[in-house]
């Protein structure tokens, strides 16, 4: 269970700013629901390629990736950009 409550933060850690208020969640929900986005994955990955990325990442000012500690997109055009030009390697 643990380590779907962390993958869970992981991916939602991508914003900034403070999170809408929703109803607490219950620990099947939170795994019933990561195990779900998780074989989405897959999936956009074979049909997409690496641009199936685009479509996990929130669509919101708020939205930034770190790695290692550093900012790797400031914002989601970034990210676009790094994903077409990766795509057509």
Partial sequence: MTKYLFLAFALSA???????EQAPLTDEAVRDSVLAFLETIPVGLAAEGPRAWGRFFEATP???MASDGRVAFPERDSAEVFLERFSEE
Avoid at 14 to 20: D, L
């Fill in 62 to 64: 708020a939205f930034f």
């Fill in 14 to 20: 991508c914003t900034r700013g403070a999170a809408p």
